[in-house]
Nanobody, 115 residues
Framework: QVQVVESGGGLVQAGGTLRLSCAASVNILRIAAMGWHRQAPGKQRELVATISNGGGADYADSLKGRFAISRDIARNTVYLQMNSLKPEDTAVYYC?????????WGQGTQVTVSS
């Protein structure tokens, strides 16, 4: 089993930046893939970005160029750098870990972008 804990959300003005962190309870090299998803009020949860244990990253097409996923293996932590934030980025951001065929979710962290 894996626990993932998100942090770093908050309130930011449009055009600002935030960096989210997701700390895993196991060595992230043992996790097949980790990723960030988000869910805005009244909308379905959507994929933001993923990173495989080999380091390959993938992004939602609409977010390429503004968001970047990275990791610190020594800290078992994955990050989501969010730049040029827009009000439509307002959502709860969830970390996900795919480990031994199971999917594990964190509690989420709220990101609010004011106009």
């Amino acid at each position: 089993q894996v626990q993932v804990v998100e942090s770093g959300g908050g309130l930011v003005q449009a055009g600002g930046t935030l960096r989210l962190s997701c700390a895993a309870s196991v060595n992230i090299l043992r996790i097949a893939a980790m990723g960030w998803h988000r869910q805005a009020p009244g909308k379905q949860r959507e994929l933001v970005a993923t990173i495989s244990n080999g380091g390959g990253a993938d992004y939602a097409d609409s977010l390429k160029g503004r968001f970047a996923i990275s990791r610190d293996i020594a800290r078992n932590t994955v990050y989501l750098q969010m730049n040029s934030l827009k009000p439509e980025d307002t959502a709860v951001y969830y970390c996900n870990a795919k480990y031994r065929g199971e999917s594990y979710w964190g509690q989420g962290t709220q990101v609010t972008v004011s106009s």
